[in-house]
Protein backbone atom coordinates (compact mmCIF):
# COMPACT_ATOMS: atom_id res chain seq x y z
CA UNK A 1 0.00 0.00 0.00
CA UNK A 2 3.07 2.29 0.11
CA UNK A 3 2.58 3.31 -3.59
CA UNK A 4 -0.67 3.24 -5.58
CA UNK A 5 -0.31 1.15 -9.03
CA UNK A 6 -3.20 1.60 -10.94
CA UNK A 7 -3.06 -0.88 -14.26
CA UNK A 8 -5.40 0.26 -16.84
CA UNK A 9 -6.50 -2.52 -19.55
CA UNK A 10 -7.81 -1.28 -22.84
CA UNK A 11 -8.65 -5.13 -24.33
CA UNK A 12 -8.85 -5.74 -27.90
CA UNK A 13 -12.27 -6.02 -29.53
CA UNK A 14 -12.82 -9.61 -29.35
CA UNK A 15 -12.50 -9.25 -25.76
CA UNK A 16 -14.70 -6.56 -24.99
CA UNK A 17 -18.37 -7.05 -23.32
CA UNK A 18 -21.29 -6.75 -26.69
CA UNK A 19 -22.28 -3.31 -25.24
CA UNK A 20 -25.74 -2.18 -25.63
CA UNK A 21 -26.86 1.00 -28.12
CA UNK A 22 -27.39 3.34 -24.97
CA UNK A 23 -23.86 2.02 -23.27
CA UNK A 24 -21.29 2.32 -26.23
CA UNK A 25 -20.92 5.84 -25.64
CA UNK A 26 -20.84 5.86 -21.87
CA UNK A 27 -17.76 3.09 -21.94
CA UNK A 28 -16.28 5.89 -24.64
CA UNK A 29 -16.28 8.05 -21.87
CA UNK A 30 -15.05 5.90 -18.96
CA UNK A 31 -12.02 4.64 -20.98
CA UNK A 32 -11.43 8.83 -21.81
CA UNK A 33 -11.51 9.33 -17.67
CA UNK A 34 -9.43 6.06 -17.03
CA UNK A 35 -6.64 7.59 -19.15
CA UNK A 36 -6.38 10.70 -16.84
CA UNK A 37 -7.06 8.37 -13.95
CA UNK A 38 -4.37 6.44 -14.30
CA UNK A 39 -1.60 8.81 -15.16
CA UNK A 40 -2.56 10.88 -11.90
CA UNK A 41 -4.52 13.45 -13.80
CA UNK A 42 -7.64 13.83 -11.40
CA UNK A 43 -8.08 17.30 -11.63
CA UNK A 44 -8.82 15.90 -15.42
CA UNK A 45 -10.23 12.66 -15.07
CA UNK A 46 -13.40 14.22 -12.45
CA UNK A 47 -15.59 15.98 -15.06
CA UNK A 48 -16.40 12.95 -16.94
CA UNK A 49 -16.54 10.45 -13.92
CA UNK A 50 -19.02 13.23 -12.78
CA UNK A 51 -21.17 12.98 -15.93
CA UNK A 52 -21.16 9.20 -15.56
CA UNK A 53 -22.18 8.86 -12.19
CA UNK A 54 -25.29 11.37 -13.08
CA UNK A 55 -26.58 8.32 -15.45
CA UNK A 56 -25.10 5.41 -12.83
CA UNK A 57 -25.96 6.63 -9.76
CA UNK A 58 -25.43 2.59 -8.13
CA UNK A 59 -22.67 2.52 -10.24
CA UNK A 60 -20.08 1.87 -6.69
CA UNK A 61 -17.07 1.39 -8.80
CA UNK A 62 -17.42 5.15 -10.69
CA UNK A 63 -18.23 6.46 -6.99
CA UNK A 64 -15.32 4.93 -5.79
CA UNK A 65 -13.36 6.89 -9.14
CA UNK A 66 -14.65 10.54 -7.85
CA UNK A 67 -13.70 9.43 -4.04
CA UNK A 68 -10.09 9.03 -5.14
CA UNK A 69 -10.17 11.48 -7.72
CA UNK A 70 -11.44 14.39 -5.10
CA UNK A 71 -8.79 12.66 -2.31
CA UNK A 72 -6.10 13.45 -4.70
CA UNK A 73 -7.65 17.40 -5.15
CA UNK A 74 -5.73 20.07 -2.58
CA UNK A 75 -9.19 21.91 -1.01
CA UNK A 76 -11.41 18.86 -2.03
CA UNK A 77 -10.44 16.26 -0.16
CA UNK A 78 -13.48 16.78 2.19
CA UNK A 79 -15.68 15.74 -0.59
CA UNK A 80 -14.43 12.40 -1.20
CA UNK A 81 -16.01 10.81 2.10
CA UNK A 82 -19.65 10.98 0.47
CA UNK A 83 -18.39 9.02 -2.80
CA UNK A 84 -16.11 6.74 -1.15
CA UNK A 85 -19.23 5.93 1.70
CA UNK A 86 -21.10 4.74 -1.60
CA UNK A 87 -18.17 3.12 -2.80
CA UNK A 88 -18.02 0.33 -0.10
CA UNK A 89 -21.24 -0.65 0.18
CA UNK A 90 -20.43 -2.37 -2.93
CA UNK A 91 -17.65 -4.13 -3.16
CA UNK A 92 -16.57 -7.01 -5.08
CA UNK A 93 -13.06 -9.30 -5.12
CA UNK A 94 -13.67 -10.24 -8.63
CA UNK A 95 -13.30 -6.41 -9.58
CA UNK A 96 -12.20 -6.08 -13.24
CA UNK A 97 -10.82 -2.94 -14.93
CA UNK A 98 -11.33 -1.27 -17.83
CA UNK A 99 -14.98 -1.49 -18.40
CA UNK A 100 -18.50 0.85 -17.43
CA UNK A 101 -20.33 -2.98 -16.77
CA UNK A 102 -17.99 -3.36 -13.83
CA UNK A 103 -20.39 -2.05 -10.73
CA UNK A 104 -18.35 -2.99 -7.99
CA UNK A 105 -15.59 -1.02 -6.01
CA UNK A 106 -12.71 -2.68 -5.77
CA UNK A 107 -11.81 -3.43 -1.60
CA UNK A 108 -9.26 -0.17 -2.17
CA UNK A 109 -12.32 1.48 -1.57
CA UNK A 110 -11.79 0.86 2.34
CA UNK A 111 -8.26 1.59 2.30
CA UNK A 112 -8.97 5.33 0.47
CA UNK A 113 -12.45 5.61 2.85
CA UNK A 114 -9.81 5.14 5.72
CA UNK A 115 -7.23 7.54 4.36
CA UNK A 116 -10.47 10.64 3.54
CA UNK A 117 -11.56 10.16 6.95
CA UNK A 118 -8.43 10.43 8.67
CA UNK A 119 -7.95 13.48 6.16
CA UNK A 120 -10.56 15.14 7.65
CA UNK A 121 -9.95 14.38 11.34
CA UNK A 122 -12.73 11.77 11.48
CA UNK A 123 -9.84 9.52 13.58
CA UNK A 124 -12.65 6.88 15.18
CA UNK A 125 -13.88 6.29 11.99
CA UNK A 126 -10.63 5.74 10.15
CA UNK A 127 -9.22 3.18 12.31
CA UNK A 128 -12.58 1.30 12.21
CA UNK A 129 -11.89 1.73 8.42
CA UNK A 130 -8.55 0.33 8.41
CA UNK A 131 -9.08 -2.64 10.49
CA UNK A 132 -12.25 -3.61 7.90
CA UNK A 133 -9.38 -3.32 5.14
CA UNK A 134 -6.98 -5.10 7.32
CA UNK A 135 -9.56 -7.98 7.12
CA UNK A 136 -9.44 -8.29 3.40
CA UNK A 137 -5.92 -9.11 3.69
CA UNK A 138 -4.42 -12.57 3.31
CA UNK A 139 -2.96 -13.70 6.53
CA UNK A 140 0.50 -14.14 4.79
CA UNK A 141 0.76 -10.57 3.57
CA UNK A 142 2.96 -8.80 6.53
CA UNK A 143 4.24 -6.24 4.42
CA UNK A 144 0.90 -4.64 4.12
CA UNK A 145 -0.87 -6.00 7.52
CA UNK A 146 2.16 -4.20 8.99
CA UNK A 147 1.56 -0.73 7.07
CA UNK A 148 -2.21 -0.81 8.09
CA UNK A 149 -1.60 -1.36 11.52
CA UNK A 150 1.05 1.58 11.52
CA UNK A 151 -1.99 3.66 10.16
CA UNK A 152 -4.61 2.86 12.39
CA UNK A 153 -1.52 3.88 15.34
CA UNK A 154 -1.78 7.08 13.52
CA UNK A 155 -4.93 7.89 14.50
CA UNK A 156 -4.25 7.53 17.86
CA UNK A 157 -0.94 9.82 17.32
CA UNK A 158 -3.02 12.91 15.59
CA UNK A 159 -4.88 12.99 18.75
CA UNK A 160 -2.50 13.87 20.61
CA UNK A 161 -0.36 15.63 18.92
CA UNK A 162 -2.98 17.49 17.89
CA UNK A 163 -4.30 18.41 21.51
CA UNK A 164 -0.26 19.67 21.95
CA UNK A 165 -0.12 21.87 19.02
CA UNK A 166 3.32 24.05 18.28
CA UNK A 167 4.49 26.88 17.92
CA UNK A 168 5.56 28.60 14.51
CA UNK A 169 5.00 31.49 12.55
CA UNK A 170 4.53 31.32 8.57
CA UNK A 171 5.03 34.19 5.89
CA UNK A 172 3.93 33.63 2.61
CA UNK A 173 6.58 34.80 0.34
CA UNK A 174 4.26 36.92 -1.90
CA UNK A 175 3.30 37.39 -5.64
CA UNK A 176 6.32 37.93 -6.87
CA UNK A 177 7.05 33.84 -6.14
CA UNK A 178 3.60 32.58 -5.90
CA UNK A 179 0.98 32.94 -8.43
CA UNK A 180 -2.32 31.62 -8.98
CA UNK A 181 -0.59 28.11 -9.59
CA UNK A 182 0.33 25.63 -7.56
CA UNK A 183 3.88 26.48 -6.90
CA UNK A 184 6.09 23.96 -4.89
CA UNK A 185 9.35 22.32 -3.49
CA UNK A 186 11.15 25.06 -2.62
CA UNK A 187 14.61 24.88 -2.13
CA UNK A 188 17.72 27.80 -1.37
CA UNK A 189 21.30 27.87 -1.14
CA UNK A 190 23.38 28.11 1.95
CA UNK A 191 24.55 31.54 1.18
CA UNK A 192 20.70 32.43 0.59
CA UNK A 193 21.02 34.18 -2.21
CA UNK A 194 19.55 31.89 -4.85
CA UNK A 195 15.89 30.27 -4.83
CA UNK A 196 14.65 27.71 -6.90
CA UNK A 197 11.05 26.23 -6.62
CA UNK A 198 8.56 24.22 -8.93
CA UNK A 199 5.51 25.84 -10.73
CA UNK A 200 2.62 23.85 -12.44
CA UNK A 201 1.89 24.95 -15.79
CA UNK A 202 -0.71 23.82 -18.31
CA UNK A 203 1.31 20.77 -19.94
CA UNK A 204 4.61 20.50 -17.51
CA UNK A 205 6.13 21.56 -14.26
CA UNK A 206 8.80 24.14 -14.55
CA UNK A 207 11.87 24.97 -13.01
CA UNK A 208 12.00 28.26 -11.30
CA UNK A 209 14.77 30.28 -9.80
CA UNK A 210 15.15 33.93 -8.60
CA UNK A 211 17.88 35.86 -7.02
CA UNK A 212 18.25 38.35 -3.54
CA UNK A 213 19.15 41.51 -4.90
CA UNK A 214 19.56 44.11 -2.38
CA UNK A 215 16.75 42.66 0.17
CA UNK A 216 14.14 41.81 -2.60
CA UNK A 217 13.56 38.34 -4.92
CA UNK A 218 13.85 39.52 -8.55
CA UNK A 219 11.25 37.99 -10.94
CA UNK A 220 11.61 34.71 -11.58
CA UNK A 221 12.93 32.76 -14.42
CA UNK A 222 11.91 29.33 -15.99
CA UNK A 223 15.04 27.57 -16.50
CA UNK A 224 13.71 24.62 -17.92
CA UNK A 225 14.60 24.85 -21.24
CA UNK A 226 18.08 25.38 -20.23
CA UNK A 227 18.26 22.27 -18.59
CA UNK A 228 16.83 20.52 -21.38
CA UNK A 229 13.93 19.00 -19.20
CA UNK A 230 11.00 17.79 -20.60
CA UNK A 231 8.79 18.82 -17.53
CA UNK A 232 9.92 15.64 -15.62
CA UNK A 233 12.70 17.14 -13.50
CA UNK A 234 11.65 18.03 -9.88
CA UNK A 235 14.53 19.97 -8.01
CA UNK A 236 16.14 18.17 -4.85
CA UNK A 237 18.62 21.77 -4.15
CA UNK A 238 21.09 23.94 -4.90
CA UNK A 239 24.67 24.37 -4.34
CA UNK A 240 25.74 26.54 -1.20
CA UNK A 241 26.97 29.25 -4.16
CA UNK A 242 23.74 28.99 -5.92
CA UNK A 243 25.71 27.59 -9.39
CA UNK A 244 24.82 24.01 -9.04
CA UNK A 245 21.09 22.37 -9.01
CA UNK A 246 20.45 18.87 -8.57
CA UNK A 247 17.32 17.09 -9.79
CA UNK A 248 15.33 14.01 -9.92
CA UNK A 249 13.78 12.52 -13.13
CA UNK A 250 11.07 10.49 -12.88
CA UNK A 251 9.59 8.95 -16.09
CA UNK A 252 6.78 6.97 -13.76
CA UNK A 253 8.91 3.80 -14.46
CA UNK A 254 12.70 4.83 -13.18
CA UNK A 255 13.57 7.92 -10.95
CA UNK A 256 17.43 8.56 -11.24
CA UNK A 257 19.47 12.27 -10.13
CA UNK A 258 20.76 14.90 -12.14
CA UNK A 259 22.87 17.48 -11.84
CA UNK A 260 23.61 20.61 -13.71
CA UNK A 261 26.27 23.70 -14.01
CA UNK A 262 25.36 27.70 -14.24
CA UNK A 263 28.36 29.16 -16.05
CA UNK A 264 27.98 32.65 -14.92
CA UNK A 265 25.56 33.01 -18.04
CA UNK A 266 23.04 30.10 -18.42
CA UNK A 267 22.37 26.72 -17.43
CA UNK A 268 23.52 23.52 -18.44
CA UNK A 269 21.80 20.67 -19.51
CA UNK A 270 21.47 18.35 -16.86
CA UNK A 271 23.45 15.29 -16.67
CA UNK A 272 22.90 12.11 -14.46
CA UNK A 273 25.00 10.94 -11.15
CA UNK A 274 27.41 8.12 -11.45
CA UNK A 275 26.04 4.47 -11.41
CA UNK A 276 26.85 4.10 -7.00
CA UNK A 277 24.06 6.74 -6.94
CA UNK A 278 21.46 5.64 -9.75
CA UNK A 279 20.44 2.24 -10.44
CA UNK A 280 17.49 0.10 -11.49
CA UNK A 281 15.85 0.73 -8.49
CA UNK A 282 14.08 4.52 -7.34
CA UNK A 283 16.33 7.53 -6.26
CA UNK A 284 13.64 10.12 -5.29
CA UNK A 285 15.85 13.35 -4.15
CA UNK A 286 19.10 14.07 -2.91
CA UNK A 287 20.28 16.77 -1.02
CA UNK A 288 24.20 17.90 -0.88
CA UNK A 289 25.78 19.64 2.37
CA UNK A 290 26.93 22.45 2.29
CA UNK A 291 30.66 22.00 2.10
CA UNK A 292 29.30 19.48 -0.93
CA UNK A 293 31.71 16.40 0.12
CA UNK A 294 28.31 14.66 1.56
CA UNK A 295 25.32 13.48 -0.94
CA UNK A 296 22.39 12.12 1.33
CA UNK A 297 19.74 10.52 -0.95
CA UNK A 298 16.67 8.26 -1.23
CA UNK A 299 16.86 5.13 -3.03
CA UNK A 300 14.64 1.48 -2.46
CA UNK A 301 17.02 -0.56 -3.38
CA UNK A 302 17.73 -4.26 -2.10
CA UNK A 303 19.54 -4.39 1.07
CA UNK A 304 17.19 -1.33 3.04
CA UNK A 305 15.30 -1.84 6.05
CA UNK A 306 11.90 -1.52 3.54
CA UNK A 307 10.24 0.58 1.22
CA UNK A 308 12.59 4.19 0.26
CA UNK A 309 15.21 4.16 2.78
CA UNK A 310 18.16 7.27 3.28
CA UNK A 311 21.81 6.84 2.23
CA UNK A 312 24.64 9.17 2.50
CA UNK A 313 27.63 8.63 -0.28
CA UNK A 314 30.88 10.70 0.19
CA UNK A 315 32.86 12.13 -2.50
CA UNK A 316 36.20 9.68 -3.16
CA UNK A 317 38.60 11.67 -5.93
CA UNK A 318 36.30 13.87 -7.08
CA UNK A 319 33.15 11.66 -7.49
CA UNK A 320 30.45 10.24 -5.48
CA UNK A 321 31.56 6.77 -3.55
CA UNK A 322 29.89 3.75 -2.77
CA UNK A 323 26.81 4.64 -0.38
CA UNK A 324 26.33 3.77 3.00
CA UNK A 325 22.63 3.20 4.30
CA UNK A 326 22.11 5.84 7.18
CA UNK A 327 20.90 3.29 9.86
CA UNK A 328 17.65 1.72 11.48
CA UNK A 329 17.39 5.30 13.78
CA UNK A 330 16.37 7.00 10.82
CA UNK A 331 15.00 4.24 8.34
CA UNK A 332 11.45 2.57 9.31
CA UNK A 333 10.01 -0.62 7.44
CA UNK A 334 8.15 1.95 5.87
CA UNK A 335 8.93 4.51 3.14
CA UNK A 336 11.86 7.71 4.16
CA UNK A 337 11.93 10.44 1.58
CA UNK A 338 13.15 14.24 0.75
CA UNK A 339 16.13 14.12 3.35
CA UNK A 340 18.07 17.88 4.21
CA UNK A 341 21.62 17.71 5.85
CA UNK A 342 22.30 20.75 7.72
CA UNK A 343 24.63 21.92 10.60
CA UNK A 344 27.91 20.59 8.93
CA UNK A 345 26.43 17.54 8.64
CA UNK A 346 24.53 17.03 12.20
CA UNK A 347 21.09 17.83 11.83
CA UNK A 348 18.70 16.14 9.16
CA UNK A 349 15.41 16.76 8.49
CA UNK A 350 13.36 14.19 5.96
CA UNK A 351 9.70 13.11 5.88
CA UNK A 352 8.70 9.86 6.76
CA UNK A 353 5.74 7.28 6.86
CA UNK A 354 6.81 5.48 9.89
CA UNK A 355 8.37 6.75 13.59
CA UNK A 356 5.28 8.89 15.48
CA UNK A 357 3.53 9.88 12.66
CA UNK A 358 -0.03 11.74 12.59
CA UNK A 359 -0.70 10.83 8.72
CA UNK A 360 0.46 9.70 5.36
CA UNK A 361 4.28 11.51 5.76
CA UNK A 362 5.39 13.51 8.34
CA UNK A 363 8.20 15.84 8.53
CA UNK A 364 10.96 15.25 11.13
CA UNK A 365 14.30 16.00 12.84
CA UNK A 366 17.37 14.31 14.07
CA UNK A 367 20.55 15.00 15.26
CA UNK A 368 23.91 13.04 15.56
CA UNK A 369 24.88 12.37 18.93
CA UNK A 370 28.85 12.16 20.11
CA UNK A 371 28.14 8.25 19.86
CA UNK A 372 27.48 8.62 15.85
CA UNK A 373 24.06 7.71 15.94
CA UNK A 374 20.98 9.65 15.23
CA UNK A 375 18.49 10.56 18.03
CA UNK A 376 15.01 9.57 18.08
CA UNK A 377 13.26 11.46 15.38
CA UNK A 378 11.15 14.12 16.28
CA UNK A 379 8.08 14.93 15.06
CA UNK A 380 7.91 18.75 13.90
CA UNK A 381 4.19 19.04 15.53
CA UNK A 382 0.88 19.55 14.58
CA UNK A 383 0.31 21.89 12.69
CA UNK A 384 3.32 22.02 10.53
CA UNK A 385 2.37 18.13 10.28
CA UNK A 386 -1.42 17.80 9.34
CA UNK A 387 -3.29 14.44 8.65
CA UNK A 388 -2.27 14.25 4.94
CA UNK A 389 1.21 14.44 3.50
CA UNK A 390 3.67 16.74 4.14
CA UNK A 391 6.59 15.94 2.06
CA UNK A 392 9.00 18.73 1.92
CA UNK A 393 10.52 21.31 4.07
CA UNK A 394 13.84 22.68 2.80
CA UNK A 395 15.97 23.96 6.24
CA UNK A 396 17.81 26.69 6.45
CA UNK A 397 20.65 28.17 9.27
CA UNK A 398 20.53 25.21 12.01
CA UNK A 399 17.19 24.44 11.67
CA UNK A 400 15.42 27.11 12.98
CA UNK A 401 13.83 28.14 9.53
CA UNK A 402 12.86 26.89 6.23
CA UNK A 403 10.54 26.94 3.30
CA UNK A 404 7.45 24.77 2.51
CA UNK A 405 4.64 24.91 0.30
CA UNK A 406 1.36 24.86 1.42
CA UNK A 407 -2.51 25.13 0.16
CA UNK A 408 -4.57 27.42 2.22
CA UNK A 409 -8.23 27.84 1.20
CA UNK A 410 -8.85 31.20 2.02
CA UNK A 411 -6.39 33.23 1.20
CA UNK A 412 -2.91 32.68 -0.54
CA UNK A 413 -2.49 33.69 -4.24
CA UNK A 414 -3.17 30.39 -6.06
CA UNK A 415 -3.34 26.83 -5.35
CA UNK A 416 -0.21 26.37 -2.98
CA UNK A 417 1.87 29.31 -2.02
CA UNK A 418 5.41 29.31 -0.92
CA UNK A 419 6.01 29.75 2.70
CA UNK A 420 9.17 30.67 5.21
CA UNK A 421 8.59 29.29 8.61
CA UNK A 422 10.39 30.14 11.78
CA UNK A 423 9.98 27.05 13.84
CA UNK A 424 9.50 27.92 17.95
Not at 89 to 113: C, F, W
Not at 139 to 150: E, T
Not at 242 to 261: E, I, P, R, V
Not at 371 to 394: A, C, H, K, Q, R
Request: charged letters at 25%; a negative charge.
Amino acid sequence: MCKRIVTLIVASVFLLPVYTQEMRPLQDIFLEAEYFFVTGEYQDALPYYLQLYEKLPENANIAYRIGVCYLNIKGKKNLSVEYLEAAVRNMSAKHKEGTITQTSAPYDALYDLALAYRINYQFDRAKETFMRFSGTLLPDDRKNIDFINHQIKTCDTAKELIAMPVSYTEENMGGVINDEKSNFNPVISADGKTLAYMVSMKFYDAIMLTKLINGTWSTPVNITPELESDGDMYISCLSSDGKMLYLSKDDNFNSDLYTCFFDGVRWGASEPLNKNINTKYWESHGFVSEQGDILIFASDRPGGFGGLDLYISKKTGGDWGIPSNIGPEINTPFNEDRPFLINNGKTLFFSSQGHKNIGGYDLFRSDLQSNNLWSTPENLGYPVNTTDDDIFFMPEGKGESGYYSRFRESEGYGKEDIYRVTLK
